[in-house]
Structure formats: C-alpha cells, structure tokens
C-alpha cells in the first residue's frame, strides 16, 4: 500500500522568509512518481512538479525547489524568499506501480500562510 | 477555455436527492478520476476510468457511481445523497503515453448535503 505523510499541517511564515514542506512517503514498488500540487485560495489545484524515483538529482525552479532523497523516503519542497501569493495548501502526492499505477495517494497537505 | 471543466462548481441540496457532477475535458486524455477533498484528509480518490469501458473502484467508492459516457466526459452521482457527503469534488484527467502520468484537475464542485 502507498502512503504520503505531510507532518506539517500548518505553517506560518513572515514575507521573505524561506519555508520548507516536508513529505515523507511509503511505497514498496521500485518506480514511482512523486508530485507536489499547489491549492491557492480559489480552490483549484495546480501541478508544479513531477519526479520519478530513477532521477534523484533535486530540481529549482525560480524560488521553488525540491528536495528528493530515496534513502529518507523524502520529497522536500522549500520556497525562497516566500511572497504572500504563496499562500496556499500545498499538496505532495505519490503514483506508484504495480495495481497502483496510474492512481495518485495525496498526503494531507500542508496549510501555508505568508504574512506581508 | 479550461481544460477541465466540472458543472456545477457549487451545489446545495438535501438527504437523499439523487445529485449528479459532470466533467468534461478538452485535453484529449484517455484517463479520468474522481477524488473528493475533506479538510484534514487530503484527497481521496472514489473512482477511476482508465478508459470508456474501463472503470474502477477507488478507495472511497461507497455512495456513488460513475458513468463515463464518452472519451472526454466523467460523470459522478450520489444516488441518495447524505451529509457526510458534503465535501470538494475534484476531476482530474491524465495521458498515458509513457513512464509518466501526471494528473491535471478541474476547478471543483463544492457540495453540500442538508
């Protein structure tokens, strides 16, 4: 069974702080997909990245960077320089193989707050 | 135009009225996916269609069916709705096409079950 852990439930951060979400996930398949979604206020959930168990190399993109190590079981997601658009509940998620493959396991997603 | 489209995006009705969420995409995926969101519990998917005859079981398929009436279209019902079914509901849609199956959503129905 996949399971995705979000310890952080809520977390409030004053702008340009930087801020890191933690995921810790469970899977017994050897390939797999980790994702990480952003739900703004307006309730939509937006994709902002994917990252497939064979590639642990971490990624930036702009102020937003990710954090894979396999050893840990962990996906970090940290923002820099955090801006108050950035508020929002984010949301890490795992596609893994087998009889799985194709569904997503969220965890519980992380409230985040930046106060100007 | 969205992508993904979801009707109605809010909806208020009562103990069991039979209620039905509609989804339509525009992005020519072969995969389609129903999750509902609760606070606290992140989303929990209730039922998938890999393709128009292929459809599953989620992990919260209890109280709901589907029927997937074309390649681009997903519906949801609620035969006899119930409040705790007041909830989020998401439709996403993904392309297998390879190694990768990233999952795109709609904007939501928010329901409510008096």
């Known amino acids: 069974a996949q399971k995705v852990t979000q310890a952080q439930t809520e977390i409030s951060v004053v702008e340009k702080e930087d801020v890191t979400l933690d995921c810790v996930y469970e899977t017994r398949d050897t390939t797999y997909y980790l994702f990480w979604y952003k739900q703004p206020p307006s309730g939509e959930l937006v994709f902002l990245i994917r990252?497939?168990?064979?590639?642990?190399q971490n990624e930036i993109s702009g102020r937003y960077s990710w954090n894979f190590q396999k050893s840990t079981s962990s996906f970090n997601f940290t923002i820099t320089a955090s801006q108050v658009v950035d508020s929002a509940v984010y949301f890490c998620a795992l596609n893994a193989g087998g009889t799985s493959y194709g569904k997503l396991t969220f965890g519980q997603g992380t409230i985040l707050t930046v106060h100007p | 135009d969205p992508d993904v489209t979801q009707t109605p995006r809010n909806r208020i009705t009562k103990t069991g009225k039979r209620i039905m969420l509609e989804c339509s995409q525009t992005?020519?995926?072969?995969?389609m996916y129903w999750y509902r969101q609760d606070p606290g519990l992140g989303l929990r998917l209730i039922y998938y269609?890999?393709?128009?005859?292929?459809?599953n079981k989620g992990e919260i398929s209890d109280g709901y069916s589907v029927s997937r009436q074309a390649q681009a279209k997903f519906s949801l019902s609620l035969e006899s709705a119930i409040p705790n079914q007041t909830a989020l509901y998401f439709c996403a849609t993904s392309d297998f096409r390879g190694p990768t199956d990233t999952q795109y959503f709609g904007p939501g129905t928010r329901l409510t079950v008096l």
């Open positions: 992005k020519g995926h072969d995969r």
């Open positions: 269609s890999f393709d128009v005859k292929d459809i």
């Open positions: 990252r497939n168990s064979f590639d642990e």
